[in-house]
């Protein structure tokens, strides 16, 4: 069954987590020198035997300080941290053949034994179908797939609907005279572009929905795409976006985690915009703020403070399925810190107002692009 999350939570969580500065992390199975990053240092918290849950936390490809995926789902932990008093233990695979070592770890781990398990990105999500029925008792989380198990609450994002925001205000500017910080567009080009990280599912909703915005706004507006095949290659971000770039593209929206970085090397190189995304960008990649005109952020924070605050609650919702959209502002068109109140009035008003039709259900944003 998918549901939506509580409005009254979600925006307690969202606010909160901007708030918390970076800690370390407590608790933790111990070493036994196999590849990865698994960190089980004090803190200073209260954790250990007084804290009401130990949690451990597997990430996704890239690890932290990608100021995107990954980190937008530690800023979760931290804020459950900060208001819980919880343990927790973090995991940074070297590869995705690590990731159910390290799932199976935590959870046969008796020293602390882990109230929770939580695996970041879809790409854990074979790992985790094999993993979860081993340890039936144990309870787990996972980010951007769903696993069909009655311990595994699943969490879903409705990344299309926040794409097509994206869309719809790439195709307004591509075809508008503007200028702002370090960046222009050529309104006689008419040219955006999407880089995403690994070609996968995930991805590609974030793709359709970009498209979809584009097409709504107008038909003229080409879309150029080009997967890089890693969400840690900033150098392939910025040779997919330069290549874009000097192909007349003015804005650039990524889906890459720290490839990003590189397309936002470009973009300041080339003078023209990009998008970020999962978090406010502009603020994490504060050094390129002068081309980043908006973010599509992504509540990952929030779907991993949920599943915390669920299993502090001794209210675990294994076997259920979460979908975050707009209408829970669980995805999120959010204009950058330096430059993004100079996009023209006009322009966030039809951001707005395509917001409005798409959570009354007047338009269906596509999960799938046409090559799916």
């Known amino acids: 069954m998918v549901s ?9 969580a969202a606010s909160a987590a901007g708030l918390i500065g970076l800690a370390g992390c407590s ?14 240092g004090d803190d200073g918290s209260d954790g250990g035997d007084d804290a009401p849950a130990a949690v451990g936390i597997v990430y996704s490809d890239g690890g932290l300080g990608d100021n995107s995926f990954n980190d937008a789902a530690q800023q979760g932990i931290l ?21 159910g070592q390290f799932q199976q770890r935590y959870a046969s781990s008796t020293d602390p ?9 879809f790409n854990q999500g074979d790992a985790l179908s094999e993993t979860a029925p081993q340890y039936p008792d144990q309870a787990f989380m996972i980010v951007d797939t769903v696993v069909e198990e009655s311990n595994v609450a699943s969490y879903l994002f409705r990344e299309e609907e926040g794409s097509f925001l994206m869309g719809v205000l790439a195709a307004r500017l591509t075809e508008t005279e503007f200028s702002a910080g370090a960046g222009e567009t050529d309104p006689d080009s008419a040219r955006v572009g999407f880089v995403g990280g690994v070609d996968s599912p995930v991805i590609r909703r974030f793709q359709a929905g970009f498209e979809a915005g584009v097409e709504y706004v107008s038909d003229s507006v080409d879309v150029t795409t ?15 976006a330069l290549s874009m770039y ?23 190189e080339e003078e023209r915009f990009a998008f970020g995304v999962d978090q406010d960008q502009s603020v994490s990649e504060e050094s390129f703020a002068d081309v980043i005109l908006a973010s ?5 924070d929030t779907a991993v403070y949920e ?3 669920n299993v502090v609650d001794d209210d675990h919702q294994g076997g259920s399925t979460v979908a975050l959209g707009l209408e829970s502002n669980g995805v999120e068109c959010v204009y950058g810190d330096q430059i993004g109140d100079e996009v023209p009035d006009e322009i966030t008003t039809a951001v707005a107002d395509a917001r409005d039709e798409i959570i009354d259900g007047n338009i269906d944003v596509p999960e799938t692009t046409d090559d799916d």
């Open 4 to 12: 939506d999350l509580d409005r009254r939570r979600f925006v307690k």
């Open 27 to 40: 608790g933790g199975p111990s070493d036994d020198g196999s590849d990865g990053n698994d960190s089980d």
């Open 79 to 99: 804020q459950a941290e900060e208001e819980f008093g919880i343990a927790y233990n973090e995991a940074e695979p070297d590869g995705s053949g690590e990731f």
């Open 113 to 121: 034994e882990y109230d929770l398990v939580s695996c970041i990105g």
């Open 226 to 240: 080009s997967y890089v095949g890693s969400y840690a290659d900033p150098s392939g971000g910025q040779e997919a």
């Open 246 to 268: 000097q192909s007349d593209v003015d804005i650039i929206y990524h889906a890459s985690g720290a490839t990003g970085v590189g397309v936002f090397q470009a973009a300041q």
């Open 296 to 300: 599509m952020v992504k509540r990952v």
């Open 307 to 309: 599943s915390i605050s």
